[in-house]
């Protein structure tokens, strides 16, 4: 699973990327700085795993990880070619779920590619780019398919679906899954636009603004709160440069860091932790003495699927799973009190996944 960091030129994309990644990626102050994507591999931050290492006293700890991509920044007429548009917007396209960053900060010696500041031209930019691709794409399709329409009853429904979805792209909006039934909205995941893709919104604010927010942060949130949906609307506020100084620091240190600024987390922790909920992703957990582990699957996924995230044999011969909700399992003190008490349930092959089941697989092959 990828998520894409997009925005405008010499908004800190990079800044977050180097401190989620710690991968250096470039950062300088100049426009199209970033040309190929830099890919990196980011953990998931998940504390039941040091709980459950010292319940288990495990050798190895192994958590979760999710892809970040630093895509370089869009300019206005990318979708034209403007800039290294085409790329760029080929790029978005791979990508799973995008992180939109916004600068919503004030610094003289960091240039904006429109020569002025102001978060909502910004949004609107950027938005608008990805929607005249898509109008693109869907004019193509709509053109391929018209004559297969006038024989094939399904692509005339496709043809009439695509048409909807141009008509509210051209009206300037983001569509989602409110706008059409479970089945349209099937057919739209193929087409693989980028405006269907679910968005967070990072507004990168200065150390001084991180606590309380400034007026450029109030403006942005109301106009997403007014103007987009419940898969384009979560927005996390951070310090790139604030952030870019954490990576740098070890557990203990960061700890001591965030209390001093009276933040609970770092910025950076909760857009993985939001980009990972955006994804649909949750988490089970294996422990033993050997290693304690997190895996990732998505929402709905039956236990023998979660049973082949480990090992394809496991799903072949899965026979039942032997699971502990995490907070059940704490309360108890140990996996043996957990069973005595009754709280370790036996589940078949129609089991949904639960994050924070910690999970025990029993299969013969």
């Not at 649909?280 to 582990?293: K, S």
Request: hydrophobic share 40%; charged share 30%; net charge negative.
């Amino acid at each position: 699973m990828k998520i894409g960091i997009v925005g405008l030129p010499n908004v800190g994309k990079s800044t977050i990327f180097n401190a989620l990644t710690k991968a250096g990626a470039e950062s300088a102050n100049y426009p199209f700085c970033t040309i190929d994507p830099n890919i990196g591999v980011v953990t998931v931050p998940d504390p039941r795993l040091a709980v459950l290492e010292k319940m288990y006293d495990s050798r190895k700890v192994v958590p979760t990880t999710i892809e970040f991509v630093d895509i370089a920044g869009l300019v206005k007429g990318a979708s034209k070619g403007e800039g290294l548009g085409n790329k760029f917007l080929s790029h978005i396209r791979e990508v799973d779920a995008i992180a939109h960053v916004v600068r919503c900060f004030e610094d003289d010696n960091v240039v904006h590619v429109e020569g002025k500041i102001d978060p909502i031209d910004d949004l609107e930019t950027i938005n608008l780019e990805l929607i005249f691709a898509d109008i693109e794409i869907l004019d193509r399709r709509i053109d391929k398919n018209k004559k297969l329409a006038k024989t094939n009853a399904q692509e005339k429904e496709n043809v009439e679906i695509a048409l909807r979805l141009r008509e509210i792209l051209e009206g300037g909006k983001m569509p989602n899954e409110s706008n059409f039934a479970p089945d349209e909205w099937e057919f739209i995941q193929t087409l693989q636009l980028i405006s269907t893709k679910p968005v967070l919104y990072i507004a990168n604010v200065s150390e001084d603004d991180l606590l309380e927010d400034n007026e450029m942060v109030k403006r942005l949130k109301a106009t997403i709160s007014e103007n987009y949906s419940g898969e384009h609307k979560e927005i996390i506020k951070i310090s790139a440069k604030i952030e870019e100084e954490i990576a740098q620091f070890d557990d203990e240190e960061k700890a001591e860091f965030l209390a001093e600024l009276g933040l609970e987390s770092s910025g950076l922790d909760q857009v993985i932790q939001a980009g990972y909920k955006l994804l649909g992703l949750i988490t089970f957990l294996t422990a033993g003495p050997d290693e304690c582990r997190a895996w990732t699957v998505t929402e709905g996924t039956k236990a023998p699927q979660a049973a082949g995230k480990i090992h394809s044999d496991i799903e072949r011969g899965f026979i039942r799973a032997e699971i502990t909700s995490y907070d059940q399992l704490i309360a108890a003190g140990s996996d043996v009190k957990a069973k005595e008490t009754g709280v370790t349930r036996i589940e078949g092959k129609d089991y949904i996944m639960k994050d924070g089941d910690v999970t025990f697989f029993r299969f013969n092959v």
